[in-house]
């Protein structure tokens, strides 16, 4: 049994990772500033209310659980969702307090929550990328304080991994857009709107580029990142998706409007491929998502999709 300390673990992406590993018999500290009703806490797992922008507090939650990995998802999660200064201080204090805390305590294996939005889409000054699909080799081009504070959530991570050699392994991971199992029954996403609104409504998912993942994937990959961290080269970064696109026609029909320009770049996105690949995390670790929006979506059924979207 490891001891996996979770940091943002009330959260909508928190919760299913903290429920995966105690599920897999790890035991699980989630430090939050929020904590959760125990009826909606897996058995066993000990939550703390703390504030990780005080950095004693981390570092004494360190001292009193000695974790041997820490997996870091506490931020301000939506861009605009606050002022800027106030977006990119928090995230960048939450990682730096966190992986300086985990690293000072000898935590062997620390991973922190980065975002796919670093690469740059959805600039009003427009935004087009190299090539599709988008990998760990395209460019970041951040454009606002929310992927800025995650471009240097990864920079933190290397900076770590830079002072203490191969002694300490660490990771960074961008999630695409999360859905919680309850919002496949029905409840909003972190836009407000529902997922059949957002299938129905090519526009509401376009923004993202149509990417998306199951928040119980990210915890299966996360439980397989933690257990081959030893193994692989240190301070990687890797895009946790689906793998398909959240949407019902073919992403080379729906790119070009969305996209303007993109209609060659995107000419290979055919069938149910998705924008973002996931193939470094499948290659290097041997992952793979379990979950689509076509198996998963219960409140409503492709053949209405398909209906909806061709009016
Ligand atoms: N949800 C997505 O689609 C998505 C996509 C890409 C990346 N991410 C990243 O994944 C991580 C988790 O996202 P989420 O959707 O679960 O976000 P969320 O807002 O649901 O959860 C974040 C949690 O962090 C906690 N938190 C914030 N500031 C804190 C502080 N100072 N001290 C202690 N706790 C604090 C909040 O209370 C909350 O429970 C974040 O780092 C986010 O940037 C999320």
């Given amino acids: 049994m490891t001891t996996v300390l ?11 990772v903290v429920a995966g590993f105690a599920d897999a018999g790890h035991q699980v500290i989630s430090l ?11 058995a066993g797992v000990v939550q703390e209310a703390v504030d990780l922008l005080d950095g004693q507090a981390v570092e004494a939650a360190m001292a009193r659980h000695r974790p041997d990995a820490v997996i870091h998802l506490a931020a301000i999660a939506v861009p605009f969702s606050a002022p800027e200064e106030v977006i990119l201080k928090t995230n960048t204090m939450l990682a730096y307090n966190v992986l300086r805390a985990a690293t000072d305590a000898g935590v062997g294996r620390i991973v922190t929550a980065s975002s796919p939005t670093v690469l740059g889409y959805g ?11 988008l990998d760990e080799n395209t460019v970041p081009r951040p454009w606002n304080a929310y992927a800025l504070s995650k471009m240097v959530a990864e920079q933190v ?13 660490y990771a960074a991971f961008r999630p695409c857009y999360v859905i919680s199992p309850e919002e496949w029954a029905g409840a909003p996403t972190q836009q407000g709107h529902t997922l059949a609104e957002r299938l129905a409504d090519p526009a ?11 928040a119980r994937d990210v915890a299966g990959f996360l439980a397989v990142l933690l257990a081959k961290m030893d193994t692989i080269e240190n301070a990687q970064t890797f895009f946790v998706g689906a793998a398909d696109a959240l949407a019902v026609e073919p992403l080379n029909k729906l790119m070009p409007q969305y996209l303007p320009g993109s209609e060659e770049l995107s000419a290979g996105l055919t069938g149910t491929s998705p924008a973002f690949s996931i193939a470094k995390a499948q ?3 041997g992952w793979t998502p379990h979950h689509s929006w076509r198996t998963e979506l219960i409140e409503t059924n492709s053949a ?5 979207a061709s009016h």
């Fill in 6 to 16: 979770i940091t943002g673990g009330s959260g909508r992406l928190g919760r299913s």
């Fill in 32 to 42: 939050d500033r929020d904590v959760l009703p125990p009826d909606r806490l897996a």
């Fill in 123 to 133: 600039n009003p000054a427009g935004w087009l990328p190299e090539r599709f699909p």
């Fill in 157 to 169: 991570m290397r900076m770590f991994a830079t002072a203490h050699g191969g002694s300490v392994r």
């Fill in 204 to 214: 509401l998912s376009a923004p993202a580029l149509f990417n998306y993942v199951d």
């Fill in 283 to 285: 290659e290097v670790l």
């Fill in 304 to 308: 209405d999709l398909t209906s909806a």
